[in-house]
């Protein structure tokens, strides 16, 4: 079982930057590859990053490349999220999401945290 608890979300403006942290528990994490997903309001859920477990590659929506950064520590437990020249078009509730053994960018993962909201003002 992973406890996922994701923070570091809240209002910015057009232009600006957020870190979002994901922090599992259990002594598995390092077993897991690690995802983010978006969902806006009406919208469906949709894929933003991933990580493989090592940290040795990593994969993007079109929508971030370039200004989305995805990253992860093992010793801490930890994946973020770190989301620069942030767009209006990035509103949504940000969740991060456990999977084994190896990344997808469909919303097929084993474990999923509570989200944090993104707000971006323009």
């Known amino acids: 079982q992973v406890h996922l608890v994701e923070s570091g979300g809240g209002l910015v403006q057009a232009g600006g930057s957020l870190r979002l942290s994901c922090t599992a528990s259990?002594?598995?994490?390092?077993?897991?590859?690690m995802g983010w997903f978006r969902q806006a309001p009406g919208k469906e859920r949709e894929f933003v990053a991933a990580?493989?477990?090592?940290?040795?590659?990593?994969y993007y929506a079109d929508s971030v490349k370039g200004r989305f950064t995805i990253s992860r520590d093992n010793a801490k437990n930890t994946v973020y999220l770190q989301m620069n020249s942030l767009k209006p078009d990035d509103t949504a509730v940000y969740y991060c999401?456990?999977?084994?053994?190896?990344?997808?960018?469909?919303?097929?993962?084993?474990?999923w945290g509570q989200g944090t909201q993104v707000t971006v003002s323009s």
């Open positions: 259990g002594r598995t994490f390092s077993s897991y590859a």
């Open positions: 990580i493989t477990w090592n940290g040795g590659s990593t």
């Open positions: 999401a456990a999977r084994a053994p190896i990344p997808t960018t469909r919303p097929q993962y084993d474990y």
